[in-house]
Structure formats: C-alpha cells, structure tokens
C-alpha cells in the first residue's frame, strides 16, 4: 500500500512528502523536477532520512552487553511518521520510539525531520530529542538523490566543493564496512568531474573541510547547491552498472558514518557517534539552493 504524501508549496517550487520516512519525493520549480523518482532498475529509493545510524552496521549494535539488529542506515525511513505541522511553505513530521524501534535500539526519542521552501531554496532540518533517561548515541544524514543530467542542463557535469578536499577516500570493505586503506580519485582541488567509472562504490569525505557543495553543469548552466549545518561528513554515490551510470547522483550528509572494519564495539565507541544527555535536542541541517 502506498503511503501518504503532504504537500508543501512557495511561488512556483513544490515538495511532496511521504509520511513513510519522511521521505522526499518530490521537488519541482517551475516546469523541472530535481528529484529521482526511484525505479526498480538502479535504485527505489528518492532521499531516505538515516537515523539513528548512518552506514552499514557490523551486525548490528551493542548496548550495554546486548546486540540489537540494527542494519544499513537505520529504521526511520521504513517507519511511518506523524505530521505534527503543516503551513503552506513548511513541514514537520515527527517519529518516537515505539516497540518496533526498541527492539533495534534501546533507547527513547523523538526525530523530527522538517522541511521548509522558500520558491527555488529548500531547507531540510533533523531534530534529535532524547527522551531517554540514560544518555543516547546516535547517527543521522540525509540521502537525497537528484536527477543526473539537471533538468535543462547539458554535457558533462561537475561537483564543485566549497574547499579543497582530499582526492583520496577510504576504500568500503565488505559489507559495507570502512577499510583504513584509500583509493585515488580525480578530484582537482575543489573541483570533481562526473564519470560512471567513479561509482563502483560511494565516495565518502570524513570530515570534510567544506561546510557546501554545488553539482552543476561542467560548462555553466543550471546548478544544485548544498550547504551544511553541523554535517562533518559528505558523501556521493551513484551507480555504475555494467559501465552506465544511473541518471542520479546522490549528495550525502552525515553525522556519523558506518562502522570501520572489524569493529566490534559498543555503540557509545563507534566512531563518529554522537551522544545527547537526557532532554538534550541536537540540530543537523541542509540549505538546497537551485539556480536555473
């Protein structure tokens, strides 16, 4: 059964919204749509909301002694959410703890994902709340995938970083784990041209020294913005399938990242975790800016 969808509006840009994940899917100004639809060729998805861990888990967490089977990326965007606001231009849509995330991770919450458009600029915002009693650890990111060429953009494409990054990134083991081994990419300081042959696997910057990004046109045109709010992690993934690229691109944001290789701790010394004392809210956000 399909889920739900809200509708946000501003001037002539739009947004539908599933309640399930509090996924977008849907972005359109004017006569373009910025979002991949999802297929069952490439990739189903459109932009999940990860929480409360980014990445792949080395079976699962430990808390307190105990394993929780808690995969790839986190429960929230298999969860329904419940829309506690809606007003013309804005959103926000609210998950809390219940049964079913207890059993893959022990601890009380609220993770609210809010979304709010203004024309051609579009702001997403996660909110972790811990209800808990005990302090909370915890990941989030978001996963939005945008169609690759932009809509009235031609040639080769580019992404653009907003400082100089390393043109190394780590190598993903097995599973989906981090290997402390590096492969070489492309990347001419700041600039990073698009080719299929990049996405054999992501391409993860750990603590990135850029705080923005832009996925453009290579020679000029239209171009997608991101800017981050307390997101030290970036990440851009495709596909490549027998040597031809998917028509996305993914621009990653990310707290925390998956779990290194042979990792086998408890969830509080997973590296990058974040951790919140009881009653505590954490903010992470991300500004898109879309110019025709």
């Known amino acids: 059964m399909m889920s739900a969808w809200i509708e946000i509006a501003s001037s002539e840009s739009s947004a539908r919204i599933a309640l399930r994940g509090a996924e977008l899917k849907s972005w359109r100004v004017g006569e373009g749509e910025l979002m991949w639809p999802g297929d069952g060729q490439y990739w189903a998805d459109s932009a999940p909301i990860l929480f409360p861990v980014v990445g792949w888990t080395r079976d699962g967490i430990v808390v307190d002694g105990q394993r929780y089977p808690l995969g790839l990326h986190g429960f929230a965007r298999s969860e329904d959410f419940t829309l506690v606001e809606q007003a013309g231009n804005r959103a926000r849509l609210r998950l809390r703890a219940n049964a079913t995330t207890r059993a893959l991770y022990p601890f009380d919450f609220i993770f609210d994902v809010e979304y709010r458009l203004e024309n051609n600029i579009l702001n997403i915002i996660l909110h972790v709340r811990n209800e808990d009693q005990a302090t909370l ?13 932009l809509p009235g953009a031609r040639g080769p494409h580019v992404v653009r970083f907003d400082a100089p990054e390393r043109a190394e990134v780590p190598v993903i083991a097995p599973g989906g784990l981090f290997s402390t081994r590096g492969r070489q990419i492309p990347l001419q300081g700041r600039k990073l041209e698009l080719t299929p042959e990049l ?29 981050l709010e307390n997101f030290p992690h970036i990440a851009l993934w495709s596909r490549n399938v027998n040597g031809i690229g998917a028509p996305f691109l993914c621009l990653e944001a990310w707290t925390g990242h998956g779990d290194p290789e042979g990792f086998c701790g408890d969830i509080f010394a997973k590296p990058s975790m974040r951790t919140l004392a009881p009653g505590a809210t954490a903010r992470s956000a991300a500004r898109l800016v879309w110019r025709p």
């Open 199 to 227: 996405f054999d696997e992501a391409l993860c910057f750990l603590d990135a020294k850029s705080s923005g990004l832009e996925f453009a046109a290579a020679e000029g045109g239209p171009s997608l913005r991101m800017e």
């Open 137 to 149: 650890a915890f990941a989030c990111g978001l996963h939005p995938g945008f169609v690759w060429p």
